[in-house]
Nanobody
């Protein structure tokens, strides 16, 4: 059984930084692409950043480009989301998800396992 456990969320002032972590267990982590999604109340779940199995291909949404960085450490079965220059509009529940293949995808239906989420709240 695959499990994804996120951590690192919290309350931060605008302009501050957080680093989210997602630890995977139950399968060979290095074989799969990973994504970070976020969902604010009343809004759709959106892909924020994604990374392929090796880290050679990454994606960042325009809204976070230059501020958020996704990375992974396959030896630690962990994917990270480094978030800098946080804005109030970044406030949301953040979820990590595992792609069904080595690659990453824009569509959330292409991700077969999800973490429970970690809340990020940015105060202005």
């Amino acid at each position: 059984q695959v499990q994804l456990v996120e951590s690192g969320g919290g309350l931060v002032q605008a302009g501050g930084s957080l680093r989210l972590s997602c630890v995977a267990s139950g399968a060979t982590f290095s074989r799969y692409g990973m994504g970070w999604f976020r969902q604010a109340p009343g809004k759709e779940r959106d892909l924020v950043a994604a990374i392929n199995w090796s880290g050679s291909s990454t994606y960042s949404a325009n809204s976070v480009k230059g501020r958020f960085t996704i990375s992974r450490d396959n030896a630690k079965n962990t994917v990270y989301l480094e978030m800098n220059s946080l804005k109030s509009e970044d406030s949301a529940a953040y979820y990590c998800a595992r792609s069904g293949t080595m690659n990453w995808y824009f569509e959330d239906r292409r991700y077969d396992y999800w973490g429970q989420g970690t809340q990020v709240t940015v105060s202005s």
